[in-house]
């Protein structure tokens, strides 16, 4: 059997293992089906989500709830004002007999939830930051790999912006997803209120293991894509910057800066998956539009006159669409 044929048929289990996910999520997790897909979409492409919501949106529940589908470790971090790089990898201490032994850190989990990361110091962020982008620690001169598949869902509250330490642009660039997370509808919150204020409670069933979670995550990667999708989700990017042959009339006018060429890469390997979720063997452009909103989102940086105007990054990414 040739390479080709095996992953098509890889592909088509995939497809249906989603479908079987996002169902097996659906019985806790009411009406936020963009936001899981979003987040199954980041964890399956190696890439790690910001997600910016006000709070009681079961943030929590959401990523415990993936963690339990997919059988994975799951970790929450509640960042503060106080918290220390060592509370989030671990730190060195001496046993009964004199030597040191290293205790780890909440890090060493398959899935993070690293919540309200905003509230705390620089130092602490890029602690964090750091394993997201290596895969590994170093503590005390050691060097510790962390168990894969990793996936950091970090949380930010927009409306309480005092006491908090916003992360720069090249932390945020490490976010595949920038997810923006809103109310429930009015129906979806009447069965939410009904299924959390009875005793009965849902239970929610192993679909995957972390060993084909990584065998998905490498049939994402062999995904082919033709030039033009490629040309196409390079082209956008560009359409963002100020100093580019490709610049728009809007993005002179309301960008301060644009995004990287991270932003081109995130493109293709989002819209790779979006393919396949959705039962294709290729991406084309329309996956491409599908994932551009979360990628660029935070890759953006509008200037005073967009702000002044009330231009949202939203509108200015529908504008380049």
């Not at 995939?14 to 097996?24: G, H, P, Q, V, Y």
């Not at 806790?28 to 919501?53: A, K, P, R, Y």
């Not at 001496?94 to 939830?113: E, V, Y």
């Not at 996956?287 to 006159?305: E, G, S, T, Y």
Request: net charge negative.
């Amino acid at each position: 059997m040739s390479d080709s044929t095996s992953n098509v048929e890889l592909a088509d289990k995939f497809f249906e293992d989603f479908k079987r996910l996002k169902a097996e999520i659906s019985k806790v997790i009411i009406g936020q089906d963009e936001v899981v897909n979003l987040l199954l979409t980041s964890i399956f492409c190696q890439g790690h989500s910001l997600l910016v919501g006000v709070p009681g949106l079961a943030k929590t529940l959401l990523i415990q709830t993936i963690s339990q589908a997919l059988d994975l470790s799951f970790k929450r971090i509640q960042f503060t004002p106080d918290l220390m790089p060592s509370d989030i990898l671990g730190a060195e201490t001496i046993d009964k007999d004199r030597n040191f032994k290293f205790i780890k850190g909440p890090i060493f989990a398959n899935i993070i939830l690293a919540d309200e990361i905003n509230r705390t110091p620089p130092k602490t962020q890029a602690a964090l930051l750091e394993s997201m982008q290596e895969y590994s620690v170093t503590v005390a001169g050691q060097h510790f790999n962390l168990d894969k598949p990793f996936f950091v869902l970090a949380t930010q509250n927009p409306i309480e912006q005092e006491g908090t330490y916003p992360l720069p642009e090249a932390q945020l660039d490490r976010f595949l997803f920038n997810i923006t997370l809103t109310y429930p509808t009015f129906e979806s919150e009447v069965e939410i209120v009904k299924n959390t204020t009875s005793d009965e409670t849902k239970t929610v069933s192993h679909i995957l293991g972390a060993k084909e979670v990584i065998n998905y995550q490498q049939l994402i990667r062999k995904v082919p894509v033709a030039d033009n999708v490629v040309e196409y989700a390079v082209g956008l990017v560009h359409k963002t910057r100020i100093n580019s042959d490709k610049t728009p009339e809007i993005t002179q006018e309301y960008v301060e800066w644009g995004a990287g060429p991270r932003a081109s890469q995130s493109l293709v390997i989002a819209a790779k998956c979006n393919a396949l979720i959705n039962g294709k063997y290729s991406p084309d452009i329309e996956d491409v539009q599908a994932v551009a909103k979360p990628i660029l989102r935070h890759r953006i940086v509008r200037n005073f006159k967009a702000e002044a105007e009330g231009i949202t990054i939203d509108k200015l990414i529908e504008e380049l669409l």
